[in-house]
């Protein structure tokens, strides 16, 4: 039986910081403290969740622990982050509404491993299926990605996200994960070419030098030593418990998960190679005529090096160093460039291709993960954004500036749903509502953003002035315009109170922000904010032969020259997180704040000092008292009785009425003072934490005395089931006893009644065999008498038949000898008469030939031998012939068999004539041809140069004729309408599948083939879909294996290419590209098509490129042929291997 268990059973501190008594600081650090140190590290403010970053792996995110909190309430069971994912997922799923997860806290605090964890467990929860199991393996594997080259080593965190993320997961109505969209904000970019002491460069550049191999290295024209590049600092450059050659290998399999083709990884790879070389670029001054420095470059291999990678000219970029062009409408000025100006430009250089190839990763995975259906999808928003930062050295720039400003309008946002979430409760369950007095930091949000007088405002303002404009400047003006703010402070304006406050400088300003006073220092918020790249630059980087780089520079392009000033860096974060803001508000909230216990990043410390700055900064006191300003509990009726029944004794142990009226019976008879609660529609509301810890108090009393009660009842129970069990088994041993007794006796006189019996038909049996034995010898002697008389009988009758017989038999005998003798007198007589006969013939023949010999001796001794010569060699010729004419082979010109040549003399005649014979058949068997069968076999002779050892399937279509016509489409009644469609002869006709892009099943489609174009139809209806000129098709292309599958590809530029290729399967394979390529050699007007036979061939639809490729598979499901989608870029065809 499942045992649930609540947030208040065997609670260490107070699991719900609402409930806490007293509510203080100190006593909110101190339940927080001891949590900790019991490795409860999940906190409740309501519905908000605080995580403490445990240094360490713990226990309680096993799948076990997953299928606890799934489909539980989220005060069910003790505080987990899981709990808080479950009840965003349910909401979604079954209430259709959107929800959002924010993730706050500093660096450090456990952000990241916060949004995976949600990731994890909506993945683990959601539906299971092959394209389900896809999507949220792109999802979960897009993270390693992004961390590779958004993530960087910093003093507070080996893992610091230095940017950040909104991901939009997307569901269907059945909760099922379709896609996703990632948005980025405010990538570090800085870092790129400069870390502070104790911290590195984003992760991507030592992976790629530690994890690539020696080839991949080499290519990329890179070394594994560290210390020969700039850019990247040496004294963090290895982390403790980093293994970066391992993540690597983890980034590329995620790329590829993901959906990056092999050509795409290669171009990143070769980006951040080309950032690694820029960095090592240097310039020496060289003085001109004029007298003024121009810079040059002093090592130009790194700049040579650079510029292979990318493929473009050295002395383009070269000359984009040392000379800037400034337009103004049609006047163009080119001014030389300084050292220092040329190390500006080549770090905004680098910065801006790290940040653009970012933002192009980010675009090409929403690319693979978006959903693929256009129907209304519901969405879950996880946000990992970095917290609230404060450099204690006042170290705090342009940066710190732009996060605070987005913690400040996350805060804003979150007093404001809060407070919205406890109105439109009170307001749901009927309770009345009271205003509560809180903090609104609406007025710092207005003195940062404000369109007219806000320091972003005045910031771009003044980069926008002409003239001269400097840090100093910009402070001046805040001076001027930001005095009379209550929440500014500088040194120069009234609320500053300089003669007290000596910690002001002067190029310094101070904003009072919800979290408290910030420093900041004006020194770059000019040149961050403009964020220039030379127009030079830009122009350079698109003349380069990179696929990525003329996408990441679209404004180099001179046909689109565009004079008007980029955005500054300011305006579109604002612009950004205004959008972010609109985004959130349309969707339910879901916290997560995030708590780093110490600096020491080690387990089991709790710096008291650290966490009351962070809990000070978060707002989390101010969360507590917004949550108890009104009801400091609220639990539904039935929860509710259920818990605290025991407690009354009309209650107790089940209650027949409405659960609302059994909680007031309850509260009635525990005498619960009016005032502390309050009775909504569904739910009791308690207002002080002490009468929730005063029920709690008596119901664990009562609970006590419930147990021994059960205890003394399930004693009782025990010895009376014991003693019942004892009386029925003596019944039962008694009456087995009796019943053996019975059974014995009854058997004891059934065995002498037995014996009597058998002893009295003994005595009678014995009797009656007597009498049967004399009466059987009495029958026995008279049988016996009657034998011997009738064998006396039979004896005499024998005697007589035998001596009639002997007389009989003695009369044959003597016929017999006397017709024998008269037989053999014959036969003497014929035999002499016929040897006389015989000798007087031979006599006669000798003679004869002696008469013949005398005559003709004359004659025959003169030529005899030549003679016999030649009559031999007659004979043997005559009889070698008539050999031949009985053992000819048969007609079929394939038949290779032929009669054995008997004699040696005649093995050219035998040669020849087998030649000869050869010759004969086949002309008589071409004669058999008509023009068709002609065209017939030049077609199978042309499809055997094409594909003979070259496509598998080619050996099981030879035995095939090619019919052309499989549908008689001028005979079927169905096919009229597309007949009479179709102008010209139709050379084929056959049903063929048309692969679809999108999940790679096929749609059956009519092929026609004339001498001008093919046509596609539909099967059904007969509609033409597409009829595509012959002249439009430039190449087809197949596989080596035994598939169906061939690509037409089209002129690109032709009316017919704007919906891309076809790719398409047919029975026919082979027939088809042999027509296609016989009627192109056949034109005299165009080139003869190409047949490309490989593996892996591109196919053009639409816009995009997709890669097709054929696989071997095991027969799984028959011997079919399946084709399936893996990304956008890449189908796979998956062809049985044969048995």
């Not at 089931?721 to 006189?749: D, E, P």
């Not at 004669?927 to 199978?940: L, N, S």
């Not at 639409?1102 to 071997?1112: E, L, T």
Request: proline share 3%; aromatic share 10%.
């Amino acid at each position: 039986m499942e045992v649930k268990t609540s947030l208040l059973d065997n609670m260490i501190g107070v699991g719900d910081m609402v409930l806490l008594e007293p509510l203080s600081e100190d006593s909110f650090l101190g339940n927080l403290k001891k949590r900790f140190d019991h490795s409860e590290i999940y906190t409740y403010i309501g519905s908000v969740v605080i995580s403490m970053n445990p240094y360490r792996s713990l226990p309680i995110y096993t799948p076990e622990k997953v299928e606890e909190y799934r489909n539980r309430n989220f005060y069910e069971l003790s505080p987990h982050i899981y709990a808080l994912a479950d009840e965003a997922y349910r909401s979604l799923r079954d209430q259709d509404k959107d929800q959002c997860i924010l993730i706050t806290g500093e660096s450090g605090a456990g952000k990241t491993e916060a949004s995976k964890l949600v990731m994890s467990y909506v993945a683990a929860v959601c539906g299971k299926g092959h394209e389900v199991n896809k999507v949220k393996e792109q999802l979960l594997q897009s993270n390693p990605v992004l961390e590779a080259f958004g993530n960087a080593k910093t003093v507070r965190n080996d893992n610091s996200s230095r940017f950040g993320k909104y991901m939009d997961i997307e569901f269907d109505f059945k909760g099922d994960p379709l896609g996703g969209v990632i948005s980025n904000y405010l990538l570090e970019k800085s870092r790129v070419v400069k870390q502070p002491r104790g911290e590195r460069n984003f992760h991507v550049f030592y992976q790629l030098l530690s994890g690539a191999s020696d080839d991949t290295l080499r290519k990329l024209k890179l070394d594994r030593d560290f210390s020969k590049y700039n850019y990247l600092s040496l004294d963090s450059a290895v982390v403790s418990g980093l293994d970066d050659a391992a993540n690597f290998r983890t980034v590329r399999n995620a790329m590829q998960i993901v959906g990056f083709m092999e050509d795409e990884v290669q171009s990143v790879l070769e980006l951040v190679a080309a950032v690694l070389k820029l960095g090592n670029i240097e310039f020496k001054p060289e003085s001109r005529c004029n007298g003024t420095d121009e810079s040059r470059v002093k090592d130009k291999n790194d700049l040579k090096e650079m510029c292979e990678l990318l493929g473009m000219e050295q002395s383009v970029l070269e000359r984009a160093f040392s000379y800037r062009t400034v337009e103004a409408k049609m006047e163009k000025v080119s001014t030389t460039l300084n050292v220092a100006q040329a190390y500006y430009a080549r770090d905004a250089l680098a910065k801006n291709l790290y940040s653009r190839l970012f933002s192009w990763l980010v675009t090409r995975i929403n690319e693979s993960i978006q959903a693929q259906t256009k129907a209304r999808h519901k969405v879950m928003g996880v946000l990992d954004i970095y917290g609230f930062e404060i450099f204690e050295n006042g170290d705090n720039s342009f940066e710190q500036f732009i996060i605070n400003y987005c913690n400040e309008k996350l805060q804003q946002i979150f007093i404001e749903l809060t407070l919205r979430e406890e109105q439109e409760e009170y307001v749901r369950e009927g309770i009345e509502w009271t205003n509560i007095e809180y903090f609104n930091n609406a007025i710092i949000c207005d003195l940062i953003e404000n369109n007219q007088n806000g320091i972003l405002a005045m910031l771009d303002e003044e980069c926008l002035r002409p003239g001269t404009v400097t840090d100093e400047t910009f402070l001046d003006k805040l001076n001027t315009i930001c005095a009379d703010h209550q929440h500014f402070e500088s040194r120069l304006n009234k609320n500053s109170k300089f003669l007290n406050d000596h910690s002001l400088p002067h190029n310094c300003f101070r904003i009072q922000h919800y979290a408290g006073k910030v420093l900041y220092r004006v020194e770059g918020f000019v040149d961050k904010n403009n964020d220039l790249l030379y127009r030079d630059l830009s122009q350079a980087m698109y003349k380069a032969n990179h696929s990525l780089i003329k996408q990441l520079f679209p404004e180099g392009n001179p046909a689109k020259v565009n004079l008007k000033r980029p955005p500054t860096a300011g305006f579109q974060f604002r612009a950004s997180v205004g959008t972010l803001m609109r985004n959130l508000q349309t969707k339910n909230p879901n916290y997560i704040r995030c708590i780093k216990p110490n600096d020491k990043k080690a387990s089991h410390i709790f710096t008291d000092s650290l966490v009351r700055h962070q809990v000070r900064y978060l707002g989390l006191m101010e969360n507590v008292r917004v949550r108890r300003a009104g009801y400091a509990f609220r639990q539904p009726y039935e929860p509710c009785l259920e818990r605290y029944k025991m407690l009354c004794k009309r209650t107790w142990p089940h209650w027949k009425g409405p659960a609302r009226e059994g909680v007031e019976v309850l509260m009635a008879d525990l005498q619960i003072p009016a005032e502390e609660i309050s009775y909504g529609r569904s739910k009791i509301f308690i207002r002080n934490p002490r009468t929730l810890f005063f029920l709690e108090e008596k119901r664990k009393q009562c609970l006590q005395d419930l147990a021994t009660l059960i205890q003394k009842i399930y004693r009782g129970w025990k010895c009376r089931t014991h003693f019942l069990l004892m009386k029925k088994s003596q019944i039962v041993v008694a009456a087995w006893y009796r019943r053996y007794a019975q059974q014995k006796t009854y058997r004891n006189i059934k065995s002498a009644t037995t014996v009597v019996q058998s002893y009295t038909r003994g005595w009678q049996a014995r009797k009656l065999l007597r009498e049967l034995k004399y009466q059987k010898r009495c029958e026995e002697a008279v049988t016996t008498i009657a034998a011997f008389w009738h064998g006396t009988q039979a004896r005499l009758e024998l005697r007589r038949l035998k001596q009639e017989a002997r007389n009989k038999h003695a009369v044959t005998v003597i016929w017999a000898y006397w017709q024998g003798t008269k037989a053999r007198r014959e036969l003497r007589r014929l035999k002499e008469e016929a040897r006389r006969k015989h000798a007087v013939a031979l006599i006669w023949a000798y003679w004869q030939g002696l008469k013949v010999r005398r005559e003709y001796r004359k004659f025959f001794r003169a030529n005899a031998g030549k003679k016999i010569y030649d009559f031999t060699i007659q004979r043997i010729i005559q009889k070698y012939f008539l050999g031949l004419k009985s053992s000819m082979p048969s007609m079929s010109p394939i038949d290779r068999k032929w009669p054995a040549r008997p004699y040696g003399f005649l093995d050219g005649v035998h040669t020849e004539l087998r030649k000869i014979f050869h010759h004969w058949r086949c002309k008589k068997y071409r004669d058999q041809f008509t023009e068709e069968k002609k065209a017939v076999y030049e077609e199978k002779l042309e499809a055997s140069e094409i594909f003979k050892d070259k496509k598998a399937l080619y050996p099981s279509s030879v035995s095939q004729p090619f019919k052309g016509d499989y549908l008689e489409i001028s005979k079927n009644p169905k096919y009229q309408k597309l007949n009479s469609a179709v102008d010209e002869k139709v050379l084929l006709a056959d049903v063929v599948n048309k692969i679809n892009r999108a999940n790679g099943k096929g749609t059956p489609r009519i092929f026609l083939l004339t001498k001008k174009n093919f046509v596609l139809a539909d099967q059904k209806t007969g509609q033409v879909k597409a009829s595509i000129p012959l002249p439009d098709v430039t190449s087809m292309s197949v596989s080596t294996q035994k598939d169906g599958f061939f690509a037409l590809k089209l002129k690109e530029g032709s009316a017919s290419a704007v919906k891309g290729d076809f790719l398409l399967s047919s029975e026919h394979l082979i027939e088809i590209i042999t027509k296609l390529h016989r009627i192109g050699a056949t034109a005299a007007d165009r080139e003869k098509l190409k047949v490309d036979i490989s593996d892996e061939f591109l196919v053009q639809f639409k816009q995009d490129k997709v890669c097709v490729k054929f696989i071997q598979s095991s027969p799984k499901n028959g011997n079919s042929v399946s084709c399936k989608r893996k990304n956008n870029r890449l189908l796979e065809v998956s062809v049985p291997t044969s048995p």
